[in-house]
């Protein structure tokens, strides 16, 4: 299995654009969560889905931030207008059960 | 909000040496999560652990769930430089949503060759 999918892997641009992560889950795992990680907060959870389904989304900072996950294969991560309080490693992660398994994460910069 | 108390927050040792480190809180967990961090990466699971005073092992790695419920232990016998990283404790509530795992702020190990 090639383990949770994210892309890109960086991401640069400027304040005010929309900016769109994108993330593909382990096959056959029904949760899926969104993380933020940041030097000062930690790992910070954003919002979770559970068999395609958002169940919390308590962490989202502000409307700016919005997640979908049309499929089981497939969730995105969106930030619209973006800011530079923004700039942050943003992971994916998805679940069988309890364990947590991590893509890589998106390193986003707004300039 | 829930919190994880994660000690020490970072730590400076000479290669060989062993390391401990901990996580507490004021609630109940029936799981909890070991995971290392390298730059650049994502954390990555070491040791899963879910029975009141489980001790399981993974390789140079032990962790123990405490007997409370309430803190979880990670040993590193004869530090290597490679084990440089930053180390997460993760707790999944007991009642909690099934879904939340409650990360600690991580301990960051420094090896000295």
């Known amino acids: 299995d090639a383990g949770v999918i994210q892309s890109p892997r960086h991401e640069v641009t400027e304040m005010g654009q929309e900016v769109t992560l994108r993330c593909k889950p382990i096959?056959?795992?029904?949760?899926l969560f969104w993380y933020r990680q940041t030097m000062m907060r930690g790992l910070e959870l954003l919002i979770y889905?559970?068999?395609?389904?958002?169940?919390?989304d308590s962490g989202m900072p502000e409307d700016r931030f919005s997640a979908k996950m049309p499929n089981a294969s497939f969730s995105t991560l969106k930030i619209q207008p973006s800011e530079p309080r923004d700039s942050a490693v943003y992971f994916c992660?998805?679940?069988?059960?309890?364990?947590?398994?991590f893509g890589q994460g998106t390193r986003l910069t707004v300039v | 909000g829930q919190q994880l108390n994660q000690s020490p927050q970072s730590m400076f040792i000479q290669e060989g040496e062993d390391v401990s480190m901990n996580c507490t809180s004021s609630?109940?967990?029936?799981?909890w999560l070991w995971y290392k961090q390298d730059p650049g990466e994502g954390p990555v699971l070491l040791i899963a652990?879910?029975?009141?005073?489980e001790l399981t092992s993974n390789g140079r790695l032990t962790a123990q769930f405490g007997i409370t419920r309430k803190d979880s232990f990670l040993n590193i016998s004869a530090s290597i430089p490679s084990d440089v990283g930053i180390y997460f404790c993760?707790?999944?509530?007991?009642?909690?949503?099934?879904?939340?795992?409650?990360f600690g702020k991580g301990t960051k190990l420094s090896v000295k060759p």
């Open positions: 992660a998805s679940r069988p059960v309890t364990e947590a398994f």
């Open positions: 096959s056959g795992h029904n949760s």
């Open positions: 889905f559970n068999n395609n389904v958002p169940i919390d």
């Open positions: 609630s109940i967990f029936n799981t």
């Open positions: 652990l879910y029975k009141a005073g």
């Open positions: 993760a707790g999944q509530l007991i009642g909690g949503s099934q879904g939340n795992l409650i």
